[in-house]
């Protein structure tokens, strides 16, 4: 192996915070002013990295509740939403702290220096996805976005950890104590921490069209519930448009509105042979304008189902879309009502794409998880001294999340986060430590660089990525699930144990994608119990949601080596 691998230093922090997105840049910021020393350690490049800094994305939305601008709105209705959204699968408790504190988190954000669109001094709010009221306001420039939190850390001197990747927790009895990560030239890190935040983010590239940042591939959610905390609502994730040619990019789904031409490699515009005859295309494609991810709840579903199957039956572009003539629409006058929108329009000929002349092709994406890791009101887990925030939680969101709410979840639950997780740092004199597991880890991915000849880890990433996206994506069924497990299963028993990791990136690699298979099993399976559709979630062999049986979330959780499902309610 190119590069060696070798315990170079141990290092003590009140709270470590693990990602360096939106939720754990907030979190670290909320740790320091509770007067906790605090380490945050980021996979990739500090404020550059990560979804909250997506290059393919041109900007933030986030929902909150301004009485002064919206005297028709409130919180109240705000958390109706959700739950009429969530379709069960929130928790309550959770959900209400999210709309109750929101308002105040996007303050912050001001008061920081991030710039949201405003006319004549308001904001500019628009009807998010699953809406009802305009509360969804947006901050379009990426570049200050980046610089805004960058400066919050360095002007608090918070120290970063950059291209550094945790690869395990540390626990004793119960209580996670710190983790183990790896940086690129080998050395591996011990961090001894009082309190330990997971903002990770979610795991969308285990499938293989994704629109997500490359670093998110599930090493949170699997350190946690090694660690013992729970998952919940793993099934339900959330599938939305991009651009896969001339340059792959996020699509604005409002631009359905205006019904353009949407057609196959036949030049078929193939959506009419999927519609039953009660339904015309004009009338699906207004209702699927309405939201950016795919949901069985609505008649907009027959559209994403109609352009998915049509690209698994290869009747797709050569670069696995379907073609969308927009010409007809950048100038339309009732752009008006949309302004993100037609920040959209003008950013696409920002990015050398003129849709008045080029036709665009466009696929569906792995996009943001619903669920993820369970906690309570502070942001804590199953574990004593591990907090989650941003995606990688499940609970404020359930089977369909309103548009906006993420960037809303990793401000609110960030700062809560980091609040408790410095409070319970206060309370710790002294952080209890085992060298034995520290060694016992250490050697679970030594062993990585040993097989010789084996095989790469792209490979059978490349394999977990096409089984999820043909298998568990828009339409989901019995046989398809069975069969994804299956081979999943064969992947672990038969190359896993035979990755050959021949420098640290690949060293890496292999670490992650043992994360991927064990997470893409933990959701194939959450995806063949739940024998309904629900929200994000849609079983072509059972089409209609049944609460009878599954008006429950399905909890994942380990117990020894063993990983067990169970139903059950949370609130």
Not at 175 to 181: D, I, R
């Amino acid at each position: 192996m190119r590069g060696s691998v070798s315990l170079n230093e141990i290092i003590s922090t009140d709270v470590l915070v693990i990602g360096g997105g939106a939720a754990g840049i907030r979190a670290a910021i909320e740790a320091n002013d509770n007067g906790a020393d605090v380490l945050l350690v980021v996979k990739g490049k500090f404020a550059k990295t990560g979804s909250s800094f997506f290059s393919l994305v041109h900007g933030w939305g986030i929902q909150a509740v301004f009485k002064d601008t919206n005297l028709d709105d409130s919180t109240e209705k705000h958390l109706e939403e959700i739950l009429e959204a969530g379709l069960g699968m929130c928790d309550v408790k959770l959900a209400r702290i999210l709309v109750e504190e929101a308002p105040q988190r996007v303050m912050d954000l001001e008061r920081y220096g991030i710039e949201f669109k405003k006319e004549n001094g308001e904001f500019v709010q628009q009807v998010g996805c699953f809406s009802k009221k305009p509360r969804a306001i947006a901050a379009s420039d990426m570049k200050n976005i980046r610089s805004t939190f960058r400066n919050e850390i360095i002007k608090r001197n918070i120290k970063v950890l950059e291209n550094t990747m945790v690869f395990d927790l540390l626990t004793i009895n119960n209580t996670c104590v710190g983790a183990l990560c790896i940086k690129d030239n080998g050395d591996i890190i011990a961090i001894k921490a009082k309190s330990t935040i997971l903002a990770t983010g979610g795991a969308s590239t285990i499938f293989k069209n994704n629109l997500n940042s490359p670093e998110l591939t599930g090493d949170g959610q699997i350190m946690a519930i090694n660690a013992g905390a729970e998952l919940l609502n793993m099934e339900f994730i959330q599938f939305i448009y991009g651009i896969v040619y001339p340059k792959k990019l996020l699509f604005a789904e409002r631009v359905l509105e205006f019904c353009p031409k949407i057609y196959n490699r036949h030049n078929e515009l193939y959506l009419e042979g999927y519609l039953p005859d009660s339904l015309e295309y004009e009338e699906v494609l207004k209702d699927r304008a309405k939201h950016g991810p795919f949901s069985s709840r609505s008649i907009s579903k027959y559209f994403d189902i109609a352009t998915y199957k049509e690209i698994m039956k290869r009747n797709c572009s050569e670069h696995g879309g379907v073609y969308i003539d927009l010409s007809a629409i950048s100038n339309n006058k009732k752009m008006e009502k949309y302004p993100f929108t037609k920040d959209w329009i003008r950013w696409l000929f920002s990015q050398g794409i003129d849709p008045n002349s080029q036709i665009l092709e466009i696929a569906p994406h792995a996009h943001a998880f619903n669920g993820g890791v369970r906690v309570n009101e502070r942001a804590e887990t199953k574990v004593k001294g591990l907090f989650a925030a941003g995606e990688i939680i499940g609970g404020p969101h359930g089977a369909d999340r309103l548009g906006g709410n993420m960037m809303s979840l990793t401000q609110v639950f960030g700062a809560r986060a980091g609040k408790y997780a410095a409070i319970r740092s206060k309370k710790i004199k002294e952080i209890p430590w085992n060298e034995e597991s520290i060694k016992r880890k250490y050697s679970s991915i030594t062993k990585l660089t040993k097989a010789k000849n084996g095989i790469k880890p792209d490979k059978i990433d490349e394999e977990i990525k096409r089984l999820m996206w043909e298998n568990v994506a828009i339409c989901r069924n019995e046989k398809g699930l069975s069969k994804c497990i299956e081979k999943l299963e064969e992947i672990g028993n038969k190359y896993i144990p035979n990755i050959a990791a021949g420098n640290i990136k690949e060293l890496k690699q292999a670490i992650s994608v043992r994360n991927k298979l064990t997470l893409s099993k933990i959701i194939a399976n959450s995806a063949l119990i739940r024998k309904e559709s629900r929200g994000s979630h849609y079983r072509e062999d059972f089409p209609d949601i049944d609460n009878n049986e599954f008006n429950k979330c399905i909890i994942v959780e380990k117990e020894g080596e063993k990983i067990l499902y169970k139903l059950e309610s949370v609130n």
